[in-house]
């Protein structure tokens, strides 16, 4: 092996196997893993990541259609579902509290609004994550569907830029997808 | 005229059995073949760039070989953790008698519909 210290990249690992069920989402890592380290032999360190990263990336719309497919679809959005509406309705309470007490600012506002979001989203993927692996996905894509409707109906009254509402866009489901995934792998680790 | 029937119908009693192949399944099961019948995610992606140059996304393979999984034509099973994959196991892959079937029919339809073609071909 031309380089023993190289690892292969952990963000893409745990991209793939956030978004996948955990059988198939272990032997996916695992084959993209071996041939990683078949690349470091043959190529360079660099060159393995890149192509590890771009398997990744191509691999997320399919195993995304796959896991969304499978035989307990229903379950998993039902979960995602409840988690969302329960999830949403503590958000709004926040931001209702906080209005009420006058202390915010529009642009206070602004910069505790994407905060706010993303704690939440953070933690509805995390509770969706202990309920059901599967349903963390179908959460994803409530979120995504939601923050798309509430900027097409322009739901902030404050003149925001438009990479303003694009953060939310990207940031929130992502957040949904990576933050269990990262503590998940951080726990099996120790 | 009597040949496009008969294939129209051959068409039709294949996709009621659920015989018919999509061009990556295909694919993915010649390339188990070619592995002797058994084989993991990495082998089949490595054995389809090695014999037709495609770079196919080993996402694409696992969802094409569940989908196959699910048809009956493949089985699976977990094999051995190494620590050249992290400690994490293989899911081995398996052509069942009815992935064979369902190949040697779409290979004979490729057969049956190439043949002649050659003079065709070459015009162009």
């Known amino acids: 092996m031309k380089s023993t210290n190289s690892r292969p990249p952990m963000l893409a690992s745990w991209l793939v196997q956030s978004v996948l069920p955990a059988d198939h989402g272990a032997a996916m890592v695992g084959d993209l893993i071996e041939e990683y380290y078949e690349r470091c032999?043959?190529?360079?360190?660099?060159?393995?990541?890149?192509?590890?990263?771009?398997?990744?990336?191509?691999?997320?719309?399919?195993?995304?259609?796959?896991?969304?497919?499978?035989?307990?679809?229903?379950?998993?959005?039902?979960?995602?579902?409840?988690?969302?509406?329960?999830?949403?309705?503590?958000?709004?309470?926040?931001?209702?509290?906080?209005?009420?007490?006058?202390?915010?600012?529009?642009?206070?506002?602004?910069?505790?609004?994407?905060?706010?979001?993303?704690?939440?989203t953070s933690i509805a993927g995390c509770i969706a994550r202990l309920i059901r692996r599967g349903a963390t996905l179908f959460l994803a894509l409530f979120v995504l569907v939601a923050v798309i409707v509430l900027i097409s109906i322009r739901v902030c009254t404050i003149p925001v830029p438009w990479w303003y509402e694009l953060t939310f866009l990207i940031l929130g489901p992502s957040s949904v997808l990576i933050t269990p995934a990262l503590i998940w792998a951080i726990h099996s680790e120790r | 005229m009597l040949i496009s029937c008969r294939y129209f119908f051959y068409i039709i009693v294949?996709?009621?059995?659920?015989?018919?192949?999509?061009?990556?399944?295909?694919?993915?099961?010649?390339?188990?073949?070619?592995?002797?019948?058994?084989?993991?995610?990495?082998?089949?992606?490595?054995?389809?760039?090695?014999?037709?140059?495609?770079?196919?996304?080993?996402?694409?393979?696992?969802?094409?070989?569940?989908?196959?999984?699910?048809?009956?034509?493949?089985?699976?099973?977990?094999?051995?953790?190494?620590a050249m994959r992290g400690g994490r196991a293989k899911r081995l892959f398996r052509v069942e008698a009815e992935g064979k079937r369902a190949l040697q029919i779409s290979s004979q339809t490729i057969r049956d519909l190439t043949r002649g073609l050659r003079k065709r071909w070459q015009a162009i």
């Open chain 1, 41 to 120: 032999e043959s190529t360079s360190p660099a060159s393995a990541s890149w192509w590890f990263w771009s398997q990744a990336c191509r691999s997320i719309p399919s195993i995304t259609k796959m896991s969304l497919l499978r035989h307990d679809r229903l379950g998993s959005a039902s979960i995602a579902m409840s988690v969302f509406v329960v999830m949403a309705t503590l958000k709004v309470v926040v931001e209702q509290v906080l209005s009420a007490s006058h202390v915010l600012t529009d642009s206070k506002q602004i910069v505790l609004a994407p905060m706010i979001f993303l704690a939440t």
């Open chain 2, 14 to 82: 294949q996709m009621k059995r659920g015989d018919t192949l999509g061009s990556l399944e295909y694919v993915i099961l010649l390339a188990l073949m070619r592995l002797n019948g058994v084989g993991h995610g990495t082998l089949v992606r490595q054995e389809i760039e090695r014999c037709t140059g495609r770079d196919i996304s080993i996402g694409a393979i696992y969802a094409t070989l569940e989908r196959l999984e699910q048809k009956g034509y493949v089985s699976s099973c977990i094999g051995e953790s190494t």
